[in-house]
Each structure stands twice: as C-alpha cells, then as structure tokens.
C-alpha cells in the first residue's frame, strides 16, 4: 500500500523553514500566537490564542502577538518569500485569533459613540481595519463596519444615515488610497465635517493631511483616544494637531 503519509506536507513552506524567522518575543505564548499566525496554523490557532489569554490582557495578545506577526508576514512577502498563498492563509489565522480577543474583550453595554470604519474603494486589504474595529468595541464605541472595497458613495451615504462622530479609512494599495481624499472632497462640498482617520500601509502622514479633514492614523492603538476626542467634540483640526502636529 502507498504511503500516503506526507500527502498534505506543505513543501513550500517546508522549504523555506530554514529562511523565514520569527520575530522573537522573550514571553513563550506571545511567540506561540506569534509562529502560528506566521505559520498559517489555522488548526491551532484558537487554542494557543486562548492559551495567552488566560495570561495576557486582549489587547497585549493583539499587540504583540498578531500584529506583529502580520509585521513578519509583510516581510516575508516583501523579501519574496512568502507567495500569496501563505499570506492568505497567515491573514485567516490572525482573524480566527482576533476573533477570540475580540470575544474575550466583550462589549460595554452603553455605547459612547458611533464610529464608521471602511477599507478603502478597490481594496480587500482589511486586517488593518478589523483590528481598528476590535479596539474601539473594546472601548465601547458603536461601530459601523462598511467592510472592505467599499464604494466613495456608499461611505458618503453611510456617513449621512448613521452621523458617525468619526469615520475611519484603511487602504494598503497606492492605487486605493486616493478614495480618501475624494471621500473628504465630497463631505467638504456637502456642507459636513467630521474628522476622517486614514491609515494602513499606503498612507503617510504627507497625503493624509493634504486634504481637508484628513488625520493620519499610524497604529490601530489610536482609534480609541482618537474617537474619544471626536465624541467630546474635538474639531477635526485640532485632532490633526494633536496626533500629526
Ligand atoms: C496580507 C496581504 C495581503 C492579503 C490581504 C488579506 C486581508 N484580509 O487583508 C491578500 C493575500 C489577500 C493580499 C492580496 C493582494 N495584495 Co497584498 N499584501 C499583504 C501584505 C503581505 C501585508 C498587509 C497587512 O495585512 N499588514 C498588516 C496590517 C495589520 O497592517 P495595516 O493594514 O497597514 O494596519 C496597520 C497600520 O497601518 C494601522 N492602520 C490601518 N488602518 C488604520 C485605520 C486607523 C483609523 C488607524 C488609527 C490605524 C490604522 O494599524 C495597523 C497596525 O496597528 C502586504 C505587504 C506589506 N509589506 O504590507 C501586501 C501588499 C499590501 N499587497 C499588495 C498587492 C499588490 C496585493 C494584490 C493586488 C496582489 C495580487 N496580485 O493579487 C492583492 C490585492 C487585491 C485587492 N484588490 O486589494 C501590495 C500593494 C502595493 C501598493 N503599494 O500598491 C503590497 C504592499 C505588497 C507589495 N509590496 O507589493 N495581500
């Protein structure tokens, strides 16, 4: 009878084992969350994120464990290492984990405001995003989740329905990234205001504050300050001082 053993041996990532290292982190969970996520382990994944938690806040298995494991998996990729393949696999097994944190957070009963988030117009580049999302229901913010590849309109539209006291924007693409400042045009043509937080990789800090509105967003952490100061009212050129001044 064949040996059948090694029919599922993923030979490519087998191979480039010895090339590929994993940010180090000096606590044994967070570096278990840390290689599953870069390792695609959907299987395990969820255990080993639960194993964390029963040490580690939510907040600390997400900073340190998933994002920076996506850190590595950008890496990877950058250096030709990684293929689409495995990247998608990786991002699977870093939303299966947020997922746990998420739950694990859970979510204040009275909600202090209404954030819209969004992944940018021809974009399903929506890690950013999930994470952003993760944080402000954490800190007991209503968000609206428009998703990822989300038309200029629908966020237009969205924005009059719902009245958000911010509407975040994520896009990885230099090609998606430009949906932004047509979002921000638009609202300023309409007569509305309100501070539009862009991030993710593509952004920088130049583009985001060469439009009116716009306040660039380096790190997920700052969603929730960033909302807070929003519901209390903070203009949207004061949240530009603020956090890019
Ligand atoms: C994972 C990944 C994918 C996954 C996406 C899975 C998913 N669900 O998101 C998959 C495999 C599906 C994918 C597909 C593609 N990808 Co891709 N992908 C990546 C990769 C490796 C990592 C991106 C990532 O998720 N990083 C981790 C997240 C957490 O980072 P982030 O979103 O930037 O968020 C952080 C901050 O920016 C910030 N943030 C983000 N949003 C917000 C919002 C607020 C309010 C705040 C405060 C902060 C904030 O917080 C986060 C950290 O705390 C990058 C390479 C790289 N070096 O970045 C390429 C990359 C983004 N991909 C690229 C490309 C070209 C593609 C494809 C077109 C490939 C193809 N030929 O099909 C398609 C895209 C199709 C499309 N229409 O979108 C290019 C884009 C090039 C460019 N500059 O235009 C990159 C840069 C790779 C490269 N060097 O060429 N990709």
Not at 16 to 22: D, H, I, L, P, R
Not at 105 to 123: C, F, L, P, Q, R
Not at 179 to 197: C, D, M, Q, Y
Request: proline share 3%; net charge negative; charged share 25%.
């Amino acid at each position: 009878m064949a040996d059948l053993s090694s029919v599922f041996v993923r030979y490519d990532l087998k191979k480039e084992a010895g090339e590929k290292t994993v940010a180090v982190s000096k606590d044994e969970l967070l570096q278990k969350v840390m290689t599953a996520v870069v390792d695609g382990d959907e299987d395990n994944i969820v255990d080993i994120v639960n194993q964390a938690l029963k040490v580690h806040d939510p907040l600390v298995v997400i900073r340190e464990g998933l994002v920076k494991a996506m850190n590595e998996v950008s890496r990877l990729w950058d250096e030709g290492i990684y293929y689409l393949p495995q990247t998608i696999i990786s991002s699977d097994a870093m939303m299966a984990g947020l997922d746990v944190c998420e739950k694990k957070m859970g979510h204040s009963m009275e909600k202090k405001g209404i954030v819209i988030t969004h992944t940018a117009e021809g974009d399903i580049h929506d890690l950013g995003q999930q994470i952003v999302n993760a944080l402000l229901r954490a800190n007991g913010f209503e968000v609206i989740d428009l998703g990822k590849d989300v038309p200029v309109d629908d966020v237009i539209n969205a924005i009059k329905q719902y009245k958000p006291a911010m509407v975040t924007g994520t896009a990885l693409m230099t090609t998606t990234m430009t949906a932004f400042n047509k979002i921000a045009n638009r609202l300023k043509r309409e007569g509305i205001e309100l501070p539009f937080v862009c991030g993710g990789g593509a952004v920088s800090l130049e583009y985001v504050t060469s439009f009116d509105l716009g306040i660039w967003g380096k790190e997920a952490q700052q969603a929730p300050p960033m909302a807070t100061d929003a519901v209390s009212g903070l203009s949207w050129e004061h949240m530009r001082d603020k956090y890019n001044g």
